[in-house]
T-cell receptor, first 115, second 114 residues
Framework: DQQVKQNSPSLSVQEGRISILNCDYTNSMFDYFLWYKKYPAEGPTFLISISSIKDKNEDGRFTVFLNKSAKHLSLHIVPSQPGDSAVYFC??????????????FGKGTLLTVNP | KAGVTQTPRYLIKTRGQQVTLSCSPI?????VSWYQQTPGQGLQFLFEYFSETQRNKGNFPGRFSGRQFSNSRSEMNVSTLELGDSALYLC?????????????FGPGTRLLVL
């Protein structure tokens, strides 16, 4: 059972426009959400995170929105740049830490930003 | 501050062999987690070590094991390799001091089993 889902395997946008990547989750015990960016043959690079007590977090061109009632989060990139082209992973961790301390990942969305 | 390092970066093994992968966390980080990435299954959690103790384990067979040393460096071992073990193995580290923490990943070890 996939607890974190990224239903769009790929997304293509024009340079300068907004990129919106979506993520849904099923486990209401998740309380911390992260977005990672990954280039081929490299490890994931942390982008931005959000705690379940917030509904928005911004960092430069990146904004993450969390809708707990819908169990949905999204990553907005404005403006999109060709260097943003990569696979983006949504990840979630369970509240309480301890033996639950791990990240559950979605399958990723390949973002292509066209010049 | 140096990031997470993993060695080796690439490995080719044959079925039945065993392999050991190494991970050095960010300085000061005491938690090391291991993940397997495959095209079909995505990124899946293997196990986490904190203060030399395995704190959490994912749904992988006993052929996958690990350990952590007193300097927080970690090794992962896979015995009796199978073709399906071909994957990118990623290590991530964190401070593990607060409840909500970010894990930082290394570049990974690409393992090919022939």
């Amino acid at each position: 059972d996939q607890q974190v889902k990224q239903n769009s395997p790929s997304l293509s946008v024009q340079e300068g426009r907004i990129s919106i990547l979506n993520c849904d989750y099923t486990n209401s015990m998740f309380d911390y959400f992260l977005w990672y960016k990954k280039y081929p043959a490299e490890g994931p690079t942390f982008l931005i995170s959000i705690s379940s007590i917030k509904d928005k977090n911004e960092d430069g061109r990146f904004t993450v929105f969390l809708n707990k009632s819908a169990k949905h989060l999204s990553l907005h990139i404005v403006p999109s740049q060709p260097g943003d082209s990569a696979v983006y992973f949504c990840a979630a961790s369970l509240m309480g830490g301890g033996s639950n301390y791990k990240l559950t990942f979605g399958k990723g969305t390949l973002l292509t930003v066209n010049p | 501050k140096a990031g997470v390092t993993q060695t080796p970066r690439y490995l080719i093994k044959t079925r039945g062999q065993q392999v050991t992968l190494s991970c050095s966390p960010i300085s000061g980080h005491r938690s090391v987690s291991w993940y397997q990435q495959t095209p079909g299954q995505g990124l899946q959690f293997l196990f986490e070590y904190f203060s030399e103790t395995q704190r959490n384990k994912g749904n992988f067979p006993g052929r996958f094991s690990g350990r952590q040393f007193s300097n927080s460096r970690s090794e992962m071992n896979v015995s009796t390799l199978e073709l399906g073990d071909s994957a990118l193995y990623l290590c991530a580290s964190s401070l593990r001091q607060v409840r909500q923490e970010t894990q930082y990943f290394g570049p990974g070890t690409r393992l090919l089993v022939l």
